[in-house]
């Protein structure tokens, strides 16, 4: 192969990567102009451009019986997915679970979606290591969810509405359970500004 043809492969590679990389960010449907203050803030947290449902995700409970986000319908899902190998989503947990213990009562619920191929077993023993007392044991072995949520890394945390809709999502760690991210949670079923 000559020097000008290599030259156009990898102009021409460049430019299918660039173009892959801007459709994944138009298609992830955030709001662009909402950028991140810092890592690990609630701050972080980008509003849905537009209300649409959320993806239709299929996953497993403890006992492995297929599991929809639809059982959910009428609260509000704090859906955050994680795995038991990834540091950052580890730190999170102790926090999704006393945030789950908070708003319990008020209709949200925190679905812990695990992608750890070791199946619900893996999840039960991180929450009985953990102390991790009021979230139920969720897992996606076929980590089909991260990419039906377009999640570009873990953890990846989805507030869906009572009526299912995405309504905005975290990428990376954040501090669950203060009074502003309660706040936020809660805020989910508002319309949008």
Not at 119 to 127: A, D, Q, T
Not at 139 to 151: E, H, I, K, L
Not at 181 to 186: E, F, I, K, N, T
Request: with cysteine; net charge negative; hydrophobic share 50%.
């Amino acid at each position: 192969m000559t020097t000008v043809w290599r030259w156009v492969v990898i102009v021409l590679v460049g430019v299918i990567v660039a173009a892959a990389t801007f459709a994944v960010y138009m298609l992830s449907g955030l709001n662009d102009e909402e950028i991140p203050g810092k890592l690990g803030s609630i701050d972080n947290f980008i509003v849905a451009r537009e209300i649409k449902p959320a993806p239709l995700l299929t996953f497993l409970d403890e006992e492995g019986t297929k599991v929809t986000l639809e059982k959910f319908r009428g609260k509000i899902v704090v859906l955050n997915l994680w795995a038991t190998w990834c540091t950052p989503c580890v730190a999170e947990m102790p926090m999704l679970d006393r945030l789950q213990q908070q708003l319990e009562g008020v209709g949200v619920v925190v679905v812990a979606l695990s992608i750890d191929r070791g199946g619900p077993e893996v999840v039960r023993e991180f929450f009985d290591e953990h102390e991790i007392e009021h979230l139920a044991v969720y897992v996606d072995p076929t980590m089909r969810a991260q990419n039906d949520v377009s999640a570009i890394g873990l953890p990846t945390t989805i507030i869906i509405d009572r009526e299912g809709n995405d309504r905005g999502r975290i990428v990376g760690p954040a501090e669950w359970d203060d009074a502003e991210a309660a706040d936020l949670v809660l805020k989910a079923s508002a319309p949008l500004e």
